[in-house]
């Protein structure tokens, strides 16, 4: 694959994520606001899928720079 594939993958993807993250965090509080017992679940999905949205994102900067990079040389 591609530099800019894998470029284009871990930054869509991680916007992606990130957003899906931040629904579930809504969920949750309104999980909680309604007194449901598994609220935690979902506070805690809602960051592991933020956090990875992060991650990905982050991946995605290291690889346009790879990508910038090359084109320098």
Partial sequence: MSQKKRWLLYSIGGLLAI???LSL???AIIKKWDNHTNWV???TLAL???NSGICLVAQAVIEKMKLNR???D
């Fill in 19 to 21: 957003g899906f993250g």
């Fill in 25 to 27: 965090l809504g969920e």
């Fill in 41 to 43: 679940l979902w506070g």
């Fill in 48 to 50: 592991v899928v933020t």
């Fill in 70 to 72: 090359g084109k320098r």
